[in-house]
């Protein structure tokens, strides 16, 4: 009898043991997951503000150049592409790929304004808004990296075993990284 319960008290030892396994392999990847969220969200709060400082953008240029509506017209639209894309984007549909073509196609009609009209680089006004676009541009490329530092390191540990029967159990899958839009990898033409 004595061997039949301390067989039965090994079994429950190891069931218990497994399962706190478990439950701490668990909670990992649900903080791992968590921060690849939070970063996510980083971006589109970065994303979000630039697209906030184009207004002030587009009314500067437009002091100097309000006969020149088609380019701040291409502004417009691609500040709307932004704000369209970070609208869509959900937990479930990060939406990785539309914010960067919408921020790729957001750079080009910036760019386009700053070749068309070179007279305002000497204004006061439209110098600091450029210095804060350029800050807004750093910090999106800084959340950028963090996030997919995040996805890696939460890739990797839904890859690796056991962990990855975990994940498979409980469905954590795979996040995407995020990638500069097919626009973004053409070299910007710059002509003085």
């Keep these: ?28 990847l649900v903080t791992i997951d968590e921060n690849v969220k939070q970063q996510f969200s980083q971006i589109q709060t970065m994303i979000q503000r630039r697209a906030d400082l184009i207004p002030n953008y587009v009314e500067t240029v437009k002091g100097y150049a309000t006969h020149e ?13 932004v704000n369209e894309a970070l ?13 960067a073509e919408a921020n790729g196609k957001l750079n080009i009609a910036l760019n386009a304004v700053v070749e068309a009209y070179p007279e305002l680089k000497a204004n006061e ?4 808004l450029q210095d804060e676009l350029a800050g807004a541009e750093n910090r999106i490329a800084k959340a950028r990296k963090d996030y997919n530092e995040s996805v890696g390191v939460y890739n990797k540990k839904i890859r690796t075993f ?10 954590f899958d795979k996040h995407d990284y995020f990638e500069a839009s097919s626009e973004a990898q053409d070299v910007p033409k710059v002509d003085f």
């Design 87 to 99: 609208s869509n984007a959900t937990e479930e549909n990060p939406n990785t790929e539309a914010i």
């Design 1 to 28: 009898m004595k061997r039949k319960l301390s067989g039965v008290a090994i079994i429950i030892i190891i069931v218990v043991l497994i399962g706190l396994l478990m439950m701490r392999t668990y909670n990992s």
């Design 125 to 128: 006004n439209f110098m600091a």
């Design 69 to 81: 509506s088609e380019v701040l017209t291409e502004v417009t639209k691609a500040r709307a592409g």
């Design 162 to 171: 056991p962990t990855s029967i975990m994940a498979s159990i409980f469905g």
